[in-house]
């Protein structure tokens, strides 16, 4: 190689570093373009500045992060400490992340949606009686939907609003002593998803008494009896009327 080509590609290289230098290398990882997020997430950057001190981090303001750093891993943060301010209904918003190190700083946007909707409370019951303090109980099925995970918030009333039973199960039984009074209790369900929107449903259930408590009229073979004979002295009686009325009416005929 000539001696000028050697030095023309040296100074070409040169050139093409000391340019690269200038452009920002700064790269949003998460979310991708117009990815609609919801709940906890993970947002992330790659920087290309060496030694960085930090990033900071902004939206539009219908999704704002309320000037968001972070200090120990500068290049990626999750908001699940504070969902709240992050994740309200936003159909597109701009995120904004700025990088720094001592001498030099690199921005990058990118575009995303935010989904967190209100949850739909639903639930339906296998029955909706049950006998007092019934083993077999009364077991509700839900089909709440939500775009994050939600939680569930089961309460058991009876009919003055005293409460009998709770649970967070997804799917609980009540038995036993939950259905210990009697009449019309009410079940609600309470559904929350990961930033505090809720939705509430209910159905009523009633309470009975137990077969072997329920007051029942009997009645002696000897009223029995007595009943029928009754019945069978005034059928006679009636043929004894009419036979009568009978013989008169035939009398006038003659």
């Known amino acids: 190689m000539k001696k000028r080509d050697l030095i023309f590609s040296i100074t070409t290289l040169f050139v093409l570093v000391f340019m690269l230098s200038f452009v920002s290398s700064l790269t949003i990882n998460t979310p991708t373009s117009s990815q609609a997020i919801n709940g906890t997430f993970l947002f992330n950057v790659t920087s290309g500045l060496t030694a960085v001190q ?6 539009t303001a219908n999704a704002n992060f309320a000037f ?13 400490t504070n969902t709240s301010l992050l994740l309200t209904n936003a159909h597109l918003t701009t995120l ?23 949850p739909t409370c639903a639930f339906t019951l296998d029955k909706n009686f049950a006998e007092v303090n019934s083993l077999f109980g009364i077991s509700p099925t839900q089909s709440s939907t939500g775009v994050t995970t939600i939680t569930y918030v089961w309460n058991l009333t009876d009919s003055t609003g005293v409460q009998m039973a709770t649970s967070t199960s997804a799917s609980p039984t009540f038995q036993g002593g939950d259905l210990g009074s009697l009449g019309l ?13 809720f939705d509430v449903c209910s159905e009523t259930i009633d309470i ?39 013989g008169k009416s035939k009398k006038k005929k003659r």
């Open 96 to 118: 904004t992340v700025v990088c720094k190190n001592d001498s030099d700083s690199e921005t990058a946007t990118r575009s995303f949606s935010i989904d967190n909707s209100d």
């Open 54 to 59: 930090n990033c900071t981090w902004s939206t």
């Open 68 to 80: 968001t750093k972070n200090a120990s891993v500068q290049t990626e943060f999750t908001n699940s």
């Open 208 to 246: 009975l008494a137990k077969k072997s408590e329920i007051p029942t009229v009997t009645t002696s073979k000897s009223s029995n009896l007595y009943i029928l004979l009754l019945i069978g002295f005034l059928f006679l009686v009636l043929v004894i009327v009419f036979l009568v009325l009978l």
């Open 185 to 197: 209790n009410n079940i609600t369900l309470t559904v929350t998803n990961e930033v505090s929107k």
